[in-house]
Every structure is written in C-alpha cells, then in structure tokens.
C-alpha cells in the first residue's frame, strides 16, 4: 500500500495489515529499556506472579503496531504529519512471548482543519488482533494528514 | 522513593521525578525501529517539513516517561500489576533533540477492585514537562495495584 493522504479514504474504510510475531528476546529487551518490571522482564518473577509468566509491556505492543502503521500507511510518501494525541489505549488481553499480532484500522471520523484547507484529521479505531483473533489492543488516535497537494482545496472526499 | 503499593496515597497526591534529556541519536534510533516518519528520522526532510527540524516519536515520549514512572514509582518492590489502559495520551508540544524532561503525576482516582479485596486502581494524570515548563506529554491510565501484602482487607487509606 502507497502511504495515504487525508483525502484517500472516507468515514468506514478499514484497512488491514500484518503479522508481526512478538519474540521473547524482544519483549524482554524492549521492557529492560523502557518498562523494567518483573513480569516484563523476569521469567521466574513473572511466573509467580498474576500473569503466569512474562507479558509484553503494553508500550511495547503499541511501538509494534506504530511501526505496522508507518510501513503500512505512513512515511516520506504520505501525507502523514502526526498526531495530537488518542482518546483511548487499552490492552484486553496480555501479549505472550510468540503471539502473531496483525493490525485492523477503521477511519471513524474525518475532521478538516479549521485554519488550513491543505489538512485535517482522521479518528481511527486501530485494533491489533491475537493468533486467536482477540483484540489485545486497541488505540483510537487522530492522524494528522496533508491533502495531495493537487487535490483540490475543498475536496468532495471529505464529510 | 520506594515501590508504592494501592493504600499508599491517597488522592491529590503528587509525584514529581526526573529530570531526562532525550537526545538526538536516541531519538533517531528510536524511531528507525518503531516510527520511522521523516520528521523522526531524516533530520533534511524534517528541517523541510511542517515541524521545521526532527522530533521524536511521541511513543518515544511516552516510553521515556515510563522508564522515569517504573524507575520511581514500580519495579520488584512495588504492588504495580500493570494497566489495562488510558482514556488519554496526548503531545501538546513537539520534544526536539536536547529537551530535558520531567514528569509529575497527580492521583485523580482510587477505584478499589469490585471482584479482589487485594486490589484496585488508580486513575492518575502524568505530564511531562520540558526545561521551559511546557507540557510535551500528558497521560491519564489506570494504574493496578496489589495492596501491601500486611494491609488490611479493608484499608482506611482507601476511598
């Protein structure tokens, strides 16, 4: 998939892409960095403990799927400029060492800037889905977005 | 400080920690491995771009913020249990190579577990602040946490 622009897509457009398998070695290392508690990066801890042994930090979840999201629809060929912020991150279930993580994207909401008609915002559901298709997380961001800049200023493709 | 544990503060209760300065080459590579978007990485295209210069990932903000929240707050002799989420993650302003940052965490909430007399959840509000005393990063989870092993059933720390 090109990288898209804020213009591409309209209100209920999903899109899909992965997997991504999440290691141990990975989770482990990725948690020593940023997340360093026991049931992230010690396995016999993590075993005692409520999870039954180690879990992916929920940051290191969300870094995997950003970085499904860039190469999937992002990057120096989109219209991709950031983003505010989310309205919600969760994680329903725990990512274990081996799990095959695929990512599910719904654009629920277009938002065109106020002050600049070359952009505005797409709110996407982004849910990534388990081997056994459970959602173990789910981030609702709005993605900052150029128009393609020959896309007429006031484009039909918006709502 | 040590690890906290549910019945340790109550609400209104801040924390302050730091500082970090997030440099450069940790923000590249940062974002090499999770968002790799010109604006992180590619410091031309970035001076070109709409923030005039790189800026990290916001997920590497947060992952910043973590490591300062585990490294005070968590860890092997804490009560933390992780998260089961956040109703908000926001960058209310970019943070460039050499910003320094400190966190402060204020506890909004304690909701004790329906179902687990050991436990319960805060709702806390971290914000990150540069060396100007800008918010760069603002995050509301719900924190889990056990109750000291020794605590009560039914703690008058609680709310």
Redesign the interface.
């Known amino acids: 998939m090109a990288g898209v622009w804020y213009d591409d897509y309209d209100v209920g457009h999903v899109f899909e892409f992965g997997e991504v398998t999440v290691v141990k070695e990975e989770i482990i290392g990725f948690a020593r960095?940023?997340?360093?508690?026991?049931?992230h990066v010690?396995e016999e801890?993590a075993a005692a403990?409520?999870?039954g042994g180690i879990?992916a930090?929920?940051?290191h979840t969300?870094?995997?799927c950003?970085?499904l999201i860039?190469d999937n629809m992002?990057?120096?060929e989109s219209g991709?400029?950031?983003?505010?912020?989310?309205?919600?991150?969760?994680?329903?279930k725990p990512v274990r060492p081996g799990d095959t993580l695929r990512l599910r994207g719904e654009i629920l909401e277009k938002i065109p800037s106020k002050s600049k008609p070359d952009r505005g915002f797409w709110r996407v559901r982004f849910a990534a889905l388990n081997q056994d298709d459970e959602e173990v997380a789910?981030m609702v961001p709005l993605q900052y977005f150029l128009k393609r800049p020959d896309a007429p200023a006031e484009s039909s493709a918006g709502n």
Chains 1, 2 share one sequence.
Request: hydrophobic residues 40%; charged residues 15%; proline residues 10%.
């Open positions: 960095k940023y997340d360093p508690q026991p049931f010690d801890a403990g409520v999870y879990i930090s929920g940051w969300v870094c995997v950003m970085r860039v992002m990057g120096s991709s400029i950031g983003s505010p912020g989310l309205s919600e991150v969760s994680w329903p789910v």
